[in-house]
Structure formats: structure tokens, C-alpha cells
């Protein structure tokens, strides 16, 4: 048995169960900020949060072949680029008071849910165009967890709508931000790889804040209002989970985590019912043991 592979599965695990209960902070966050606001502020907490822990690693640093920072800077800037986008992306689809001004319909959150989660697809096809190829528990994996996600997410007809493209639009930032950390994460050490969490962290931020400072109305009494789910947001969400997912993907197939990652659907939905009072029906639950079925697929030949 590989330690390493292993140890790397269950990062991403833990990975996807903080991505999942930040839903639930999100939704209670929107009552209070605007989505970019929101991430705005989220994102910068996470970036100067993991300072003071690379300011101590690299006191107790022992390795001399660090990674450049010019490879660092460009790659946190590309990562930034696509959390940016793909949240952006998310955020707008599901923006009903703003796509009904222009005159379109938003995507529903169970479809956004669903669709959102196609990346655990898209990761594979697109990695072909890095050269990097799927096994075939990989592939078996992402076709159960598509079908879980499917009868957990979606439960009333199938249309599409202007929001549901910007959604799918965002997908592909989603895949995109997975296979560039596996593309960038390996050789580097733990210091390298919260360095450029860091970094993606800042640029998204910026990024957010600027499209706010435009877009929304900023208020302190309205981040104070959101405090608790910013504080989750930004500390666990942001600076543990997307940490947690350089460091993991150091030793993980693209492909193989996207399946274990895509896991943070089931546990948004268990969020929801143990802090919304959101009903998991048989569906719903059925679709939740597809997906661990595929998790546990994707371990055979990833």
C-alpha cells in the first residue's frame, strides 16, 4: 500500500467535507453580502491567515531546492485566476434578481449543484489535452458519481436556462483549477504549496473586491453581519481546504481527485439537513451511496 497515495486520499476527503458545510455558510453569508463581496473578503482572510504559518515553516526549513518564485507567483496567479472565475461564474448563475433584469431566467441551486459537479467528467477529458491519461476506476468512478449527483441534486424537470450555461461555464474553471494544482503541486514541499495557496488566495480576492467595488454596495454593518460564515469561509473553506487540496494533489491523479473531491455534494446536503432543516429523501440518499460507491471505484485503477 502506497502511504503517501493514502495520506493524499484523505486529505482530499476532508478536502470536500469543509468545501460541503461551506454551502451552508454561503447561503447564510448571501443574506448579508453580495456574492463578491463576499469572496472578496473570505479570500483575503485566507491569504493572510496562512502567513504567520509560512513565516514558521520556513524558520524550520530544511530543503534547499525550493521552487522558483517567479514558477510560484505564475502559478498562483493562474490559480487565482480561476477560482475568480469559476466563483464568479457559480455566483451569477445563481443570481435571480440580476439575470431577471436582463431579461433571463437563473439557474436553480439543485441544478447548479449538479451541474457545477460535471467537472468530476470534465477533469479527465480536458487532462487528456496535458497529457495526462485516466485509469479506468477513474473513469467508472466519475460515471457513478455523475449519476449520484444527478438524483441528489435534481429532483424536478430538465430545461436549461441562461443561468444554468453560466454555471457550466464555471465548471470547466472548476476542472481547470484542479488539473493546473496537479499540473503545478508536484516536486513542490509543504512550504512551496502553502505559498501558492497564498497566492491564488490574493489574486482571487483582489480580483473579487474590484468587481464588488463596482457591482455592489459594501457595507462594514454588512460584513459584520456575515462574520461567522466569512470566518468559515475564509479560514476553513479557503486557507485549510484549498491548502489541504495542494498539498494532496502532490501525490493524486487529476482525475482520481476530482471523484473524491466531488464528495463536498453529499456533504453540503448533509450541512443542509443538520443545519437547515433541508429533507434528504430516499433520492437523495441514494444518490449519496452513488457517490461513495464511486469514491471507493475510483481507488481500483486511478
Request: with cysteine.
Given at each position: 500500500m502506497n502511504v503517501r497515495a493514502v495520506r493524499a486520499d484523505i486529505l482530499l476527503f476532508l478536502t470536500a467535507a469543509i468545501w460541503g458545510f461551506a454551502f451552508v455558510a454561503q447561503r447564510v453569508g448571501m443574506e448579508h453580502v453580495g456574492p463578491l463581496t463576499f469572496n472578496g473578503v473570505r479570500f483575503a482572510l485566507g491569504a493572510v491567515a496562512l502567513l504567520p504559518l509560512i513565516r514558521f515553516m520556513e524558520s524550520s526549513r530544511s530543503r534547499t531546492n525550493k521552487v522558483s518564485g517567479t514558477r510560484l507567483l505564475s502559478g498562483g496567479i493562474l490559480l487565482g485566476l480561476a477560482l475568480f472565475a469559476g466563483s464568479t461564474l457559480q455566483q451569477l448563475g445563481l443570481a435571480a434578481p440580476l439575470l431577471q433584469s436582463w431579461g433571463v431566467a437563473s439557474s436553480t441551486a439543485g441544478k447548479a449543484g449538479f451541474i457545477t459537479g460535471l467537472y468530476v467528467v470534465l477533469v479527465p477529458l480536458m487532462g487528456l489535452v496535458f497529457g495526462q491519461r485516466a485509469g479506468v476506476g477513474s473513469?467508472?468512478?466519475?460515471?457513478?458519481?455523475?449519476?449520484?449527483?444527478?438524483?441528489?441534486?435534481?429532483?424536478?424537470?430538465?430545461?436549461?436556462?441562461?443561468?444554468?450555461?453560466?454555471?457550466?461555464?464555471?465548471?470547466?474553471?472548476?476542472?481547470?483549477?484542479?488539473?493546473?494544482?496537479?499540473?503545478?503541486?508536484?516536486?513542490?514541499?509543504?512550504?512551496?504549496?502553502?505559498?501558492?495557496?497564498?497566492?491564488?488566495?490574493?489574486?482571487?480576492?483582489?480580483?473579487?473586491?474590484?468587481?464588488?467595488?463596482?457591482?455592489?454596495?459594501?457595507?462594514?454593518?454588512?460584513?459584520?453581519?456575515?462574520?461567522?460564515?466569512?470566518?468559515?469561509?475564509?479560514?476553513?473553506?479557503?486557507?485549510?481546504?484549498?491548502?489541504?487540496?495542494?498539498?494532496?494533489?502532490?501525490?493524486?491523479?487529476?482525475?482520481?481527485?476530482?471523484?473524491?473531491?466531488?464528495?463536498?455534494?453529499?456533504?453540503?446536503?448533509?450541512?443542509?439537513?443538520?443545519?437547515?432543516?433541508?429533507?434528504?429523501?430516499?433520492?437523495?440518499?441514494?444518490?449519496?451511496?452513488?457517490?461513495?460507491?464511486?469514491?471507493?471505484?475510483?481507488?481500483?485503477?486511478?
Open positions: 473513469w467508472g468512478g466519475a460515471f457513478l458519481a455523475v449519476v449520484g449527483m444527478y438524483m441528489l441534486s435534481v429532483t424536478g424537470g430538465v430545461s436549461v436556462a441562461f443561468g444554468d450555461i453560466l454555471v457550466m461555464g464555471s465548471a470547466f474553471f472548476w476542472a481547470g483549477h484542479v488539473l493546473l494544482v496537479g499540473k503545478l503541486s508536484p516536486g513542490m514541499d509543504a512550504v512551496d504549496a502553502v505559498k501558492l495557496s497564498s497566492i491564488q488566495f490574493g489574486v482571487c480576492s483582489a480580483l473579487s473586491l474590484c468587481g464588488a467595488s463596482f457591482m455592489e454596495s459594501m457595507t462594514l454593518e454588512g460584513i459584520m453581519g456575515a462574520t461567522l460564515p466569512i470566518l468559515y469561509g475564509g479560514l476553513m473553506s479557503t486557507g485549510v481546504a484549498y491548502t489541504l487540496q495542494v498539498v494532496a494533489q502532490r501525490d493524486a491523479n487529476s482525475s482520481h481527485a476530482a471523484v473524491i473531491l466531488s464528495l463536498e455534494a453529499v456533504f453540503a446536503a448533509i450541512g443542509g439537513w443538520m443545519l437547515l432543516d433541508e429533507t434528504l429523501g430516499v433520492r437523495a440518499l441514494i444518490g449519496c451511496g452513488l457517490m461513495l460507491v464511486g469514491m471507493l471505484v475510483s481507488q481500483l485503477k486511478p
